[in-house]
C-alpha cells in the first residue's frame, strides 16, 4: 500500500524508487503496483461497481451506424498499444518548481483532471489518499480536541 | 409555531413552546396544539404560508429553536452539566439580556439531554450519508485510551474521499469496552459501529499503532463479518502501522539507546521503560522513597545528557521553592522562562525540555552551581553539545510530527510514509558517518549503554521490515 501510494503521486512515481531504493528490491515494488492494479482491472469487470461514467454526447445517426471508424484512421498509429500503467509509468513525472506549490498540491485534485486519461489507476488514486499516515484522529479525541468536521458540527446545518 | 421544512412532502409545525412538532398538513393541528397544552390563541396569527412564517421570524427577537441550539452547542463545547439551564444565576443573565427569552429556554436537565440525543442521530444521519456518496473505501482508524475515570474507551474516525474528490475525515464513535482489552472485544464494537454506519461492505484500511490486539481484531472482525455471510477483507494487507508511534520508537532510541536485548519482543514495543514511579511510593517509609528515587536518579543519569536533563528539571520543578530558586537566577537579557518537563508517553516533551535547557542554558548553568544536590547531574560542556546534536537530529521527526498531524493537506496521508521514512534513515546515516570516526570507542555518553549507531540505524530498518512484510525480503 505504501508502495502505490508512493506511485501514484505523480511528482514521484517509479522514479522516486530508483532514485532511492536498492536496485534488487525494485523488481518486488513493480510486482506489488501491477498486482494491485490488475485486482483493480478485474473489479472492473464485475458487474457490482461502477467505473467512472465518461458521458459523451448523443451521437447522430450517421455515428451510430458505424459506416466508418473515424477513430481508427485518426489516431490509428499514433496511438501506442500500452496498458494504462506503462502509460502512466513512461509518462515524465510532475515537476512543480517552487516548495510552496509542492506544499500546496493535492493528489486527489490532480488524479481527478486525469482521470479520463488513466481511469483505473485515478479509482485506486482515490481510494489511497485518504488514507492518514497516522492515528493522530483518535487520539485527538483523547487529548480532548474537538473532532468532528465543522460543516458536521454546526448545528445550524441540521 | 414555526414550519420545518425537511422536505417540502413533510412539512411539519414545531412548537415553540415544547419539543412537539405537528402535522402541517392543516393549521388546526397547531392551534388546537397552542391553545389546549399552551393556553395561547394564535389561530389568527398563524402563518398559513411560507412568506408570511418569514415575516413573523423576522418580527421575533429570540428564536426559540436556535436559542435551543446555541445552549446544547455551548453545553457540548465547554462541557458543561446538563442542568446548568436550570440555575437561577444563568436565567438571570438571559432575562436581562431578554425578559421574553427566559420563557424559551429549556426548564430541565432532562429536555438538553434529549436535544442532544436528537442533534446527534441528525448528526449521524448525515454522516451516513456523506459515507455512502464516498469516492474511496471507508477507512478506520482506531485507538483505545483509558480515560481519568478509569474507563478503557475506544475512539473510532472515519477517512475517505468526498464525492467533490477531498480528503475527509470524522470521529464515528467512542464506545466503553467494558472487558478485557482483546482484538475480539474490539472487533466486536468495531462490527456494530460499521453495521450502524452501513459501511460493513465498505471497509477500507485500518491505522492504528503496533499493539498485537490490533492486529487480532482485524482478524476477528473479518471472520465476523464473514460469518454473517459477508465478504469481509484481508486483514494483512489492510492493517498499517501508525507513522507517528514508529518514530516515537525511533526517536526514544535516538534518546536513551535500544532497549536491552531480551526485554524486546516483537508487537510490544508500544510498552514503556521509563515510568515515573511516584504513585508506587505510597505507603513506603522515607527511607525507602529516599532509596527508590536514588535509583531511579542514577537510572537516568545512565542515559547521559538526556538523563541527566531529566533529573534536573525533576528538581526544579518538583517543589516552589526550588522553582523560585531557578528563576530567581539574574541573567541578562533572558527572558524568565521555566523549564519544561517531560514525560514517558511523548517524546515531543523531551524535545520541549531540551529546547528550554538550550534557551535557558545560563540560567541552568548558573542554578547547577548553587544547588550542592544536583551536583552529579551536572551538565559538562559535553553534556550541551550533545543536547544540540540531540536537537538536530530530531528536527526531522519533528517536522514529519507537525506534518503528519496536520489537517486539510495531504501530507498526512499515506502516500508520506515511505519518503518519510528514507528521509529519516538517510539522515541518521550520515550524522552516523560524520559522528563517529571508524571503528573508535562511542565517547559521546548517549550512545551508552548498551546501544551504538549500528543498533540505532537498524532499529527504523526493523521497524521498516514490519511495515512492509512481503516487500522486504531482500532486505
Given amino acids: 500500500m505504501y508502495i502505490v501510494a508512493t506511485m501514484l503521486d505523480p511528482r514521484m512515481k517509479y522514479k522516486y524508487f530508483e532514485e532511492h531504493w536498492r536496485k534488487d528490491w525494485l523488481k518486488e515494488v513493480m510486482r506489488k503496483m501491477r498486482t494491485t492494479f490488475n ?11 461502477t467505473p467512472i461514467s465518461i458521458t459523451a454526447p448523443t451521437k447522430s445517426r450517421l455515428l451510430e451506424n458505424n459506416l466508418f471508424d473515424i477513430h481508427k484512421w485518426r489516431f490509428g498509429n499514433m496511438q501506442q498499444n500500452e496498458d494504462e500503467l506503462t502509460r502512466y509509468l513512461n509518462a515524465p ?24 486519461e ?11 489518499f485518504s488514507i492518514p499516515s497516522m492515528s493522530v484522529e483518535p487520539e485527538r479525541v483523547f487529548s480532548g480536541y474537538s473532532l468532528i468536521i465543522p460543516t458536521y458540527a454546526n448545528l445550524d446545518a441540521i | 409555531m414555526e ?22 398538513a ?24 411560507q412568506t408570511t412564517l418569514e415575516e413573523n421570524e423576522s418580527k421575533a427577537t429570540v428564536n ?18 446538563f442542568n446548568e439551564v436550570e440555575a437561577e444565576s444563568f436565567r438571570k443573565i438571559i432575562e436581562y439580556i431578554d425578559k421574553a427569552a427566559v420563557s424559551k429556554l429549556p426548564h430541565s436537565h432532562n429536555t438538553i439531554r434529549s436535544d442532544c440525543l436528537k442533534y446527534f442521530n441528525k448528526a449521524k444521519g448525515i454522516i451516513c450519508e456523506h459515507l455512502s456518496t464516498a469516492r474511496s473505501k471507508i477507512h478506520l482508524s482506531f485507538d483505545l485510551s483509558t480515560s481519568s475515570s478509569c474507563k478503557a474507551l475506544l475512539a473510532i474516525t472515519a477517512h475517505w474521499t468526498s464525492n467533490d474528490y477531498k480528503a475527509e475525515a470524522t470521529l464515528l464513535a467512542i464506545r466503553e469496552l467494558e472487558e478485557d482489552h482483546t482484538g475480539e472485544n474490539i472487533a466486536v464494537i468495531i462490527y456494530d459501529m460499521a453495521k450502524e454506519y452501513h459501511i460493513v461492505e465498505k471497509l477500507g484500511y485500518f491505522m492504528m499503532d503496533n499493539a498485537t490486539n490490533n492486529d487480532k481484531a482485524l482478524k476477528s472482525l473479518n471472520s465476523q463479518i464473514q460469518t454473517d455471510g459477508g465478504v469481509g477483507f ?45 504513585e508506587e511510593n505510597i505507603g513506603e517509609d522515607e527511607s525507602e522513597i529516599k ?6 536518579k542514577k537510572r537516568w543519569r545512565a542515559l547521559g545528557a538526556v538523563g541527566k536533563a531529566h533529573n534536573i528539571v525533576k528538581w526544579i520543578r518538583g517543589k516552589p521553592q526550588h522553582r523560585q530558586g531557578f528563576l530567581n537566577q539574574q541573567v541578562e537579557k533572558l527572558k524568565r522562562k521555566m523549564v519544561q518537563a517531560d514525560n514517558a508517553t511523548c517524546w515531543n516533551s523531551t524535545w520541549n525540555m531540551l529546547d528550554t535547557f538550550l534557551d535557558q542554558r545560563e540560567r541552568i548553568e548558573l542554578y547547577l552551581n548553587s544547588v550542592p544536590e544536583l551536583k552529579d547531574d551536572k551538565l559538562t560542556n559535553s553534556d550541551w553539545e550533545d543536547i544540540e546534536t540531540m536537537m538536530t537530529l530530531l528536527k526531522p521527526f519533528k517536522m514529519l510530527t507537525i506534518l503528519g498531524e496536520e489537517r486539510g493537506t495531504l501530507y498526512g496521508s499515506v502516500s508520506s510514509i515511505l519518503w518519510g521514512f528514507d528521509m529519516l534513515l538517510d539522515l541518521l546515516e550520515t550524522e552516523r558517518k560524520k559522528t563517529r570516526p571508524e571503528d573508535a570507542p562511542f565517547q559521546r555518553p548517549w550512545m551508552h549503554p548498551g546501544g551504538n549507531w549500528i543498533n540505532i540505524i537498524r532499529r527504523p530498518i526493523n521497524v521498516r521490515c514490519i511495515l512492509l512484510p512481503r516487500c522486504w525480503i531482500h532486505a
Avoid at chain 2, 3 to 24: D, F, G, H, I, V
Avoid at chain 2, 75 to 80: E, K, L
Avoid at chain 2, 253 to 276: H, Q, S
Avoid at chain 2, 291 to 296: D, G, I, L, P, W
Wanted: proline share 4%; net charge neutral.
Fill in chain 1, 118 to 128: 488513466y481511469p483505473t489507476l485515478a479509482r485506486i488514486a482515490f481510494n489511497v
Fill in chain 1, 93 to 116: 513525472i510532475l515537476v512543480l518548481e517552487s516548495s510552496d506549490a509542492n506544499d500546496a498540491f493535492d493528489p486527489l485534485e490532480w488524479w481527478k483532471g486525469n482521470a479520463m
Fill in chain 2, 3 to 24: 414550519s420545518e421544512s425537511e422536505s417540502e412532502t413533510k412539512k411539519r409545525w414545531r412548537c415553540n413552546y415544547c419539543p412537539l412538532t405537528l402535522s402541517a
Fill in chain 2, 291 to 296: 532509596k527508590r528515587t536514588e535509583t531511579e
Fill in chain 2, 26 to 49: 392543516t393549521t388546526s393541528n397547531a392551534s388546537t396544539h397552542l391553545r389546549n397544552a399552551h393556553g395561547r390563541t394564535e389561530a389568527g396569527k398563524l402563518p398559513t404560508n
Fill in chain 2, 64 to 81: 426559540s429553536i436556535v436559542l435551543r441550539k446555541l445552549i446544547v452547542e455551548w453545553i457540548i463545547d465547554r462541557r458543561h452539566s
Fill in chain 2, 234 to 278: 484481508d486483514p494483512i494487507e489492510t492493517r498499517l502501522r501508525c507513522f507517528g508511534h514508529i518514530m516515537n520508537l525511533a526517536v526514544k532510541d535516538l534518546l536513551y539507546g535500544p532497549k536491552k536485548k531480551g526485554k524486546r519482543r516483537n508487537g510490544d514495543i508500544d510498552e514503556e521503560e521509563f515510568v515515573d514511579n511516584e
Fill in chain 1, 39 to 49: 485486482q483493480y482491472r478485474v473489479e472492473e469487470h464485475t458487474p457490482d461497481t
